[in-house]
């Protein structure tokens, strides 16, 4: 019965651990937890050492499918990067050249990358460490390299700024050369609004008109400014538009006035903003539109002895029909240059107006005071394109020599 007892007592034995054996077991348990953690954190290297290898192979591969077509790259590109340099010089011919050079860089810059990286890769394949430091070394393998180092250097991007310009000297280089006497006549409307926008326009070496709107704050300052600067000063005179909802301005010909009433305003814009060399209409269709009304203004015209530009802001103009009565040779507006300001569709404005001139003899472009961050900077450079293949730059009253009547 002692025996039976004593077996039953050890098939269930009470275990009882003391605080330090708890603490024991714990920290040994923590120890193998770690060793663990340990050991799955050293096998990740290799695990990506292997993926970055394989990646080094496809490199490897693609390199020899491409060696080819990199030799030729390279043999070309000394001969683009010279063009590139002289693109900033030259006009817009080479500029374009420059771009496309810049574009052939950049590929070539991402082959060499390649190139290098596998060379590296090649010598230390068996070495999984050596595997990923050529991995992370193709970029600056670039920059070590003297050759690479200059593909660093050509493939510097343009800013917006000089893409824009580019492109328009590339625009009026493509010009042919002037035909029939070919002359450009610039008209800036809607002067005396204000004068820094004014001061853009006075710099240009060329002569051109300004037409002053009456009875504005800066009216006689800008046509004084004009006349200082060697331009010539015309009267904006402002007329009602069909449309009965725009302002034309203070000054305005209205449709309920009798025609001796428009003699008379008229006169008084000229006083102000005179002495000028000639008129056109600021809005006014609907003025134009009636024979009556349009020719009271050539009447005031023809007794100053100033001409008359028609800005046609209709198709329905009687202008030239009152002018016929008259016995009088009236001007025409032949392009309007900023019915946008967007840059491209101002220079193909004036493409359309080099057209005209060299198919008329001359063209008349009305552009806006109000343009000048844009329109200025542009009609310089078409000038300095321009001028050199034969095209004149004329006010609208050194056309009368050739073509007025």
């Known amino acids: 019965m002692q025996q039976k007892k004593k077996t039953r007592r050890t098939k269930k034995p009470k275990v009882v651990l003391n605080k330090k054996q708890v603490i024991l077991l714990t920290s040994a348990i923590i120890f193998v937890c770690v060793c663990m953690l340990v050991v799955s954190i050293a096998t990740i290297p290799s695990e990506k050492n292997y993926v970055a290898k394989q990646e080094v192979n496809l490199l490897v591969e693609n390199t020899q499918k491409n060696k080819l077509e990199d030799t030729s790259q390279k043999e070309s590109l000394s001969s683009k990067n010279e063009s590139v340099t002289h693109a900033a010089s030259k006009k817009t011919e080479k500029a374009i050249q420059s771009a496309s050079s810049k574009t052939t860089n950049s590929e070539m810059q991402t082959n060499s990358k390649k190139t290098e990286a596998t060379t590296q890769t090649s010598s230390s394949s068996n070495n999984s460490s050596s595997v990923a ?4 070394a193709k970029t600056e393998s670039v920059t070590k390299t003297p050759s690479s180092s200059k593909v660093v250097e050509t493939t ?10 580019l492109s328009t000297v590339t625009a009026f280089d493509s010009v042919q050369n002037a035909e ?8 800036l409307d809607d002067g005396g609004q204000n004068l820094t926008h004014l001061q853009y326009f006075l710099d240009l070496p060329f002569d051109f008109d300004v037409a002053v709107l009456p009875k504005l704050q800066y009216s006689k300052e800008t046509a004084f ?11 904006h005179q402002p007329m009602q538009a069909k449309n009965l909802s725009v302002n034309p301005g ?10 001796y009433e428009i003699e008379t305003l008229v006169t008084e814009n000229l006083l102000e903003v005179g002495p000028v060399a000639g008129l056109n209409n600021h809005e006014g269709s609907l003025i134009t539109e009636s024979v009556s009304k349009i020719g009271a203004v050539l009447d005031v015209c023809k007794s100053h002895e100033i001409f008359f530009l028609d800005s046609r802001t209709t198709a ?6 009152a002018a016929m009565e008259r016995g009088m040779h009236i001007w025409e507006r032949d392009i309007f240059l900023d019915n946008t300001q967007h840059r491209d569709d101002i220079i193909n404005q004036i493409l359309q107006a080099v057209k005209v001139a060299n198919r008329d003899g001359y063209a ?6 109000w343009s000048a961050n844009n329109l200025a900077s542009i009609l310089l450079e078409m000038y300095n394109a321009l001028e050199p293949k034969g095209y004149k730059f004329s006010n609208i009253r050194g056309l009368y020599e050739n073509f007025g009547n």
């Open 156 to 165: 510097t991007q343009p800013t917006s700024q000089e893409v824009e310009s």
């Open 316 to 321: 329905e103009t009687q202008a030239p029909y």
């Open 133 to 136: 430091q050529t991995t992370s």
């Open 225 to 235: 400014r004009v006349r200082m600067a060697g331009k010539e000063v015309m009267l």
């Open 364 to 369: 008349i472009m009305i552009g806006h005071v």
């Open 180 to 187: 029939n006497n070919a002359t450009l006549v610039l008209v």
């Open 250 to 259: 203070p000054g305005a010909i209205t449709p309920e006035m009798h025609t």
